[in-house]
């Protein structure tokens, strides 16, 4: 249980170090390339790169203002943000020579 500390007790509270911990964080990364070559001294390189492949939702750790000076926080403890973006694609061409 979080309370509020006595008003100048010099203290900021009793809870421990890493006492809330947040969800873990898990993504896949993947990517293709395919080279060709197109003459002697001329490649053509094509490359596809997929970030978050499975689409997983990766949430921040919970709010940790508990106390503001106008009293109790209404949204300690929650969850309000993501961590990494939500899955992206890309494609290249890249000309060697």
């Known amino acids: 249980m979080f309370l509020q500390p006595p008003p100048n007790s010099g203290f900021w509270g009793n809870a421990t170090r890493d006492n809330l911990t947040g969800p873990g964080l898990a993504t896949w990364d993947f990517s293709a390339i395919k080279n060709t070559q ?13 970030f978050n492949l499975l689409d997983r939702a990766n949430f921040n750790t919970p709010n940790l203002i508990a106390f503001t000076p106008s009293g109790v926080s209404g949204s300690a403890g929650a969850i309000t943000a993501t961590s990494t973006t939500a899955r992206q694609v890309q494609f290249a061409l890249k000309l060697i020579w």
């Open 38 to 50: 197109l003459s002697e001294r001329l490649n053509l390189q094509f490359r596809a790169e997929i």
